[in-house]
């Protein structure tokens, strides 16, 4: 039985956000690295075509599905899942320096991804992103205007199986005020930067001189 792998320890911080389609997961995580320039976003691959003014290398890394899977079977993501019957990763290269130059990294992934990053990484933050309710997420879904009515069904019917596995987080945001849930999420950033441990990685001269180590 192959054992599994050890869990890698960073100077940089990893703070994983996920949340159901609609929630606005990524316009928070845009605003908070506006704020926060110490943060760094990981792009994510997709086999998803582009919506709206979705650029290449900005929202996601583009790709066809067997440059995925080849990507797959070459071993260059941390974590990949399928979600909405397009398939996601994350690249090794994408986060893997950056970690270990001392930058924090946020990822917006799925919450399967987001539990697999776990197992790699036992430091890194899970914050999840709730809707205040059910009807409050269509009409955003609605809103939005990209997606047909089947395809909002489907978002809905899936987001409740992604809700459920909020309690699997460290944190968790409810997005009712935006200006609130922007708060909540940079107070996480934050409190999570000065943890004992996490100060002790990225600061591991001063730990060392003042025996702490």
Do not use: C
């Not at 691959?45 to 440059?67: I, K, L």
């Not at 019917?157 to 699997?168: P, Q």
């Amino acid at each position: 039985m192959k054992a599994a792998p050890a869990p890698i320890e960073t100077p940089g911080n990893l703070f994983v956000v996920a949340a159901p389609s609609g929630t606005g997961k990524s316009s928070l995580v845009n605003a908070l690295l506006e704020l926060d320039s110490h943060l760094t976003l990981s792009v994510s691959h997709t086999t998803r075509a582009p919506r709206g003014q979705e650029q290449d290398g900005r929202e996601y890394w583009f790709v066809d599905e067997p440059r995925f899977r080849a990507m797959v079977e070459g071993g260059e993501f941390f974590e990949w899942a399928e979600v909405h019957g397009h398939l996601y990763g994350t690249s090794r290269k994408a986060i893997e320096s950056r970690l270990g130059a001392g930058e924090d990294v946020v990822l917006e992934i799925d919450w399967q991804g987001a539990l697999q990053i776990k197992k790699l990484f036992a430091h890194a933050v899970l914050i999840f992103i709730l809707p205040p309710s059910w009807d409050e997420l269509r009409q955003r879904l609605q809103r939005r205007g990209e997606d047909a009515p089947p395809v909002i069904e489907t978002r809905m019917a899936n987001a409740r199986i992604e809700v459920a596995h909020a309690r699997d987080f460290d944190f968790v945001i409810i997005n009712a005020l935006f200006e609130t849930a922007l708060f909540d999420l940079k107070t996480v950033v934050h409190s999570q930067r000065l943890r004992f441990a996490a100060q002790r990685r990225n600061k591991s001269q001063v730990f060392k001189a003042l025996d702490l180590l």
